[in-house]
């Protein structure tokens, strides 16, 4: 297989002042060309923060160690100007709020050709054609007209189109969407998620798609990596693991939603319980507070990521024992 | 109104009126509500699904009498709310309380958390003794899950979940008849969310609570709700059953919605057919004419831009207002 990402060992830590938080604690993933991977996770898991430190986009308190390599290229410890050179052209993000990617002094147009001339080095003609065919691909009518208009003109919907074709526009192969259509309605999320569909049929690369909403995961990806306080407790096929998930974290996020496609009777599954606090380092499986099967090595031991075969990972003491 | 009811509201119609853009601009009026009515009985939950602006929160607020209403009644125990004096409004207020999505923002940081639910109390029943109220509030907090042990603590020191859990203890301490609940679990993840739906489950059986759950979340609405009423841009598209509501829908807008809820399962997720809308949600203060959603109706005929459709009865205990829910 093709590797475009590698990320091992991955942690990223914050200095607050009420002590360190370990938002990202030794991940382990591995990405391929033509691959769609959901990441998902609750608040404070770290699903965002882990591809934040990819893409060199950390806070100023921030320190990542481990490794992550694009196309073999090590990431960590490029200089900002390096960076600059990976993001945009190789690999690109989009996030759930448009306007933190969207200048709202600048028109569209001005925003989708400077890419293009910074990236690509195209002349102005060149660029303002190609910026139009990427507004027609996200599916914008009336591409050429629509340049001139500013950010706050466009819908919510629309604005992530555009956050989307600023995204392509220096042809990465590395896509990493971070709740895309969580700020969307729901029947704009399907046009949104209808667009993603499209992509990833034509782009000859891998996406990332950041979510909590396991519907859209299910719907789009390929595999599934699941994060919990900041460490990867499942990851694999997306069909093996909704159909049967080995860790308790996965099987109680799976069996705590209720359907719009058929009624549970009684009460939801809940998994008892918070989420721990990541200033305080922890001792053992994370999860181990709210587990109902939890064992004493549970408290005592991390447990690592073990291979399950037929490309499954789970990190859980009580599985395969 | 029918004998069971608690609480009938009938063409409620909320509008409000905008400045001008410009100094010489147009008065413009935004029809938030437009005609909306529906029946509550005691111990039901009505779920008011519809996307952003449609109009769910300004309904339950207008029901609450907390926004004046521009047209149409809202009946409580056979007294029409709209004609009743402050004070005899303030003493009803009593029996129906509200629940907000953002927990820490409708808690005020500097009470502690048995200041905060006791605000109620302290309103409708201020000369109790200081243990009685003590142990009411140490009642409310276990009655949602709260260690009385943690009263005087201050909103920050809990986490999403927990400040959910001080909200509904205030909102039951004096036991009401109708809670509102507005996008009560759409701050919260996953896990906490199903915690949150289960306690206000138990509090509605435990107490014969009825209770208004507006969400935009279509799967939680339809594990709590018994009836679901469906908003576009301020107007009822349908009312039905909860059941029937999602194994037939009958207006094109409410089996979009349906059909663009992702389902957690890949299986049936991927073999789904695709029913996706074009566009977007019209601005409310330049609806289309004729019905609201012909716009993006795949169903819309040239009578549809011509006639707003009535509500009609489409079965049992349905409403809906679209001129071709027969075909």
């Excluded at chain 1, 993933?29 to 609750?42: K, P, Q, Y």
């Excluded at chain 2, 663009?260 to 566009?279: C, M, Q, S, T, Y």
Aim: proline share 7%; glycine share 10%; charged share 20%.
């Amino acid at each position: 297989m093709n590797a475009i990402l590698e990320i091992e060992h991955l942690t990223t830590r914050f200095a607050t002042p009420d002590g360190e938080v370990h938002a990202v604690s030794d991940v382990d993933l591995r990405l391929d060309a033509g691959e769609t991977v959901g990441i998902v996770g609750e608040s404070g898991s770290g699903k965002s923060q882990l591809f934040l430190t990819v893409m060199g986009l950390l806070a100023g308190n921030g320190r990542a160690e481990g490794s992550a390599r694009y196309r073999g290229t090590e990431l960590l410890g490029l200089s900002r100007g390096e960076m600059r050179r990976y993001r945009g052209r190789h690999m690109a993000m989009i996030f759930q709020d448009p306007m933190t990617s969207l200048n709202p002094h600048l028109t569209v147009g001005r925003q989708l050709t400077e890419v293009l001339n910074l990236h690509k080095g195209m002349d102005a003609a060149a660029a303002r054609a190609a910026a139009i065919a990427m507004l027609e691909q996200v599916r914008i009518p009336d591409g050429a007209r629509r340049m001139a208009a500013y950010p706050h003109e466009f819908s919510g919907g629309m604005r992530q189109r555009i956050m989307i074709a600023m995204a392509l526009l220096g042809g990465p192969d590395l896509l990493i969407a971070d709740e895309p259509t969580t700020a969307l309605d729901v029947t704009v999320q399907a046009q949104i998620l209808e667009l993603l569909r499209e992509l990833k049929a034509s782009l000859n690369g891998a996406i990332v798609l950041i979510t909590h909403d396991l519907g859209v995961i299910a719907g789009l990806c390929d595999r599934v990596a699941v994060m919990y306080a900041g460490r990867l407790v499942e990851e694999g096929p997306v069909e093996a693991i909704f159909a049967a998930p080995k860790h308790p974290y996965t099987q109680g996020l799976l069996a705590a939603l209720p359907r719009v496609d058929a009624k549970q009777p009684g009460d939801l599954f809940a998994i008892p319980g918070q989420p721990p606090n990541l200033q305080r380092g922890i001792v053992g499986c994370a999860f181990a507070p709210r587990c109902h099967q939890v064992i004493d090595r549970c408290r005592a031991v991390r447990p690592l990521l073990a291979d399950l075969g037929c490309g499954r990972r789970v990190a859980c003491h009580r599985v395969g024992a | 109104m029918s004998a069971a009811s608690i609480l009938s509201v009938r063409d409620l119609q909320v509008s409000f009126d905008l400045r001008p853009a410009t100094l010489f601009g147009k008065r413009r009026r935004l029809v938030a509500v437009d005609g909306v009515g529906f029946d509550l009985a005691a111990g039901e939950t009505l779920g008011i699904v519809g996307e952003s602006g449609c109009g769910k929160s300004t309904l339950a607020r207008a029901v609450l009498q907390l926004l004046p209403s521009s047209a149409g009644t809202v009946v409580w125990l056979g007294d029409d709310l709209g004609s009743l004096s402050p004070e005899e409004m303030r003493r009803r207020r009593r029996h129906m309380q509200l629940i907000f999505q953002d927990p820490l923002a409708a808690l005020d940081p500097r009470m502690t958390v048995g200041e905060i639910i006791a605000e109620p109390l302290d309103a409708f029943e201020p000369d109790l003794g200081p243990a009685v109220r003590g142990a009411r509030i140490a009642e409310s907090m276990d009655l949602v899950g709260l260690n009385p042990l943690m009263i005087n603590r201050y909103p920050h020191e809990f986490s999403g979940g927990q400040c959910q859990r001080i909200g509904i203890a205030r909102a039951m301490i004096l036991k009401p008849k109708l809670i509102v609940c507005d996008e009560p679990v759409s701050a919260l993840d996953a896990s906490i969310q199903a915690q949150i739906v289960n306690l206000l489950g138990r509090l509605q059986r435990e107490f014969g609570l009825a209770l208004i759950f507006i969400s935009h979340n279509l799967s939680v609405v339809r594990h709590i709700s018994q009836r679901i009423l469906v908003l576009y841009l301020g107007r009822l598209v349908e009312l039905a059953p909860a059941e029937d509501l999602f194994v037939a829908p009958r207006h094109p807008y409410t089996r979009a919605l349906i059909a663009a809820v992702p389902v957690p399962d890949p299986l049936i997720e991927r073999a789904k057919p695709r029913l996706v809308l074009g566009g977007d949600v019209p601005s409310p203060l330049d609806p289309p004419s004729g019905c609201a959603f012909r716009t993006r109706c795949p169903k819309a005929i040239t009578l549809c831009a011509e006639r707003r459709p009535e509500t009609t009865e489409a079965g049992p205990g349905r409403l809906v207002a679209c001129h071709r829910w027969r075909e």
